[in-house]
């Protein structure tokens, strides 16, 4: 017998594994669609993703959106690893507003001030 895994599981793991972020998937883009403050949105299709969009964990409430397209520039690499947390290279660094530095790796924040090793 097949199982599916639950959607919740995801949610479940992320949380065991202390990740700032876990990944929602769209399918299209939802203007209605609220962005929570630990939910990365990817939105895309089966197989490939166009765009991140996430609440900047400084907490001053704009969404971030970055493209994961290969043709713009600048573009993002988005890994997924087994926990359903993703990972972005390169780091994010708003140029406007609250001017946060910062990556995503497994899922957690690391602000630019911590960096450390980030192979990819
Ligand atoms: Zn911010």
Known sequence: MLFKKPKFANKLLSK????????????????????????????????????????????????????LMKSHSPYWKLKIDLFSRPTLWPSIWKKDGCESHFWIKKGRIIWCEEEQDFGF
């Not at 700032?20 to 939105?43: G, V």
């Not at 299709?45 to 959106?65: M, T």
């Open 16 to 67: 065991v594994f202390r990740s700032d972020f876990y990944i929602y998937k769209l399918y299209q883009a939802n203007r209605q669609y609220q962005y929570k403050k630990d939910e990365l949105t990817i939105i895309g299709g089966r197989g490939y993703n166009k765009w991140a969009h996430f609440k900047c964990p400084c907490g001053c409430d704009e969404v971030i959106n970055l493209s």
